[in-house]
């Protein structure tokens, strides 16, 4: 009863805090303990859906903003869980090869450091910072929704889509190869050039960055102003998928030649018509 009481008389920003103070530790403590450094991202899609309920708890989920906010996360949680457990990501061993990339370039001793301040705890306070749009609506719980709500709930929800689309045809696509390489027989193609990926190189990192922006509207539409400070978890997502996305394709670049082709004549990030 008193943790209770002590829940709902603390703020809730500094309750989620809190919270994914713990989730890095924990995912730290696992990552020394397995030697796997994957931790945060079996948790990706399930945190920031707690965060938004928690939100919208405090309000006793009597706020439609707040709900509909909720709403969204959840969905987008259920299908990005969906994936990355189809992907293996679960299951023992399921780590990002990107990991061991740079754990060769920088060594283990510095993979460490970088495992203490950035792999556990900066992406789980990230994944609580992409939310805290939901702590703005919270502040301003009883403003009634509006034409930019539901223009930024629309948005969201075609961004998911969007993203849906893209890691079923990636899905597909490196199904197929690896069951002919199964066979013995050689891909035609060794990576995905066509569907979505003939108009983006990433379309699916594209959709989800641009979820978590419109996602950032929603405070707007509650009334914090146009430029807030809850606008840093998108902001800060964004410079992370710089990054990994420059890995990743560097990597793709070292093991495939002719991906350079496909770089001078795809877009990047943002869909575009092909060169």
Request: include cysteine.
């Amino acid at each position: 009863m008193r943790l209770l009481e002590l829940y709902q008389s603390t703020d809730p920003l500094v309750t989620a805090l809190w919270v994914a103070g713990g989730f890095a530790l924990l995912c730290w403590i696992l990552s020394l303990i397995t030697k796997e450094y994957s931790w945060v991202d079996r948790l990706w899609s399930i945190t920031p859906p707690l965060f938004a309920v928690h939100f919208a708890a405090y309000a006793g989920f009597d706020d439609a903003r707040l709900n509909l906010m909720a709403a969204l996360t959840l969905l987008w949680g259920v299908r990005l869980t969906y994936n990355f457990a189809r992907k293996g990501g679960y299951k023992p061993g399921g780590e990002d090869y990107r990991w061991e990339e740079i754990q060769g370039k920088i060594g283990q001793a510095w993979f460490q450091v970088l495992n203490a301040t950035f792999l556990a705890p900066f992406q789980n306070y990230l994944l609580l910072l992409i939310v805290v749009p939901s702590y703005a609506a919270y502040r301003a719980a009883g403003v009634p929704l509006n034409g930019l709500d539901y223009a930024a709930a629309a948005a969201f929800i075609l961004f998911l889509i969007g993203e849906t689309v893209a890691d079923e045809q990636q899905w597909r696509f490196q199904t197929a190869k690896y069951a002919a390489i199964a066979r013995g027989e050689r891909p035609e193609q060794p990576f995905l050039t066509e569907g979505l990926f003939r108009y983006s190189r990433h379309p699916n990192f594209f959709c989800e960055q641009a979820m978590w922006w419109t996602y950032y509207v929603f405070s707007i539409a509650a009334g914090a102003g146009r430029l807030n400070w809850t606008i840093i978890g998108a902001v800060l997502l964004t410079l992370l998928f710089q990054g990994s996305t420059w890995l990743t394709e560097k990597i793709s670049l070292r093991k495939y030649p002719d991906y350079a082709a496909y770089q001078r004549t795809t877009s990047r990030l943002m869909p575009w018509f092909p060169r």
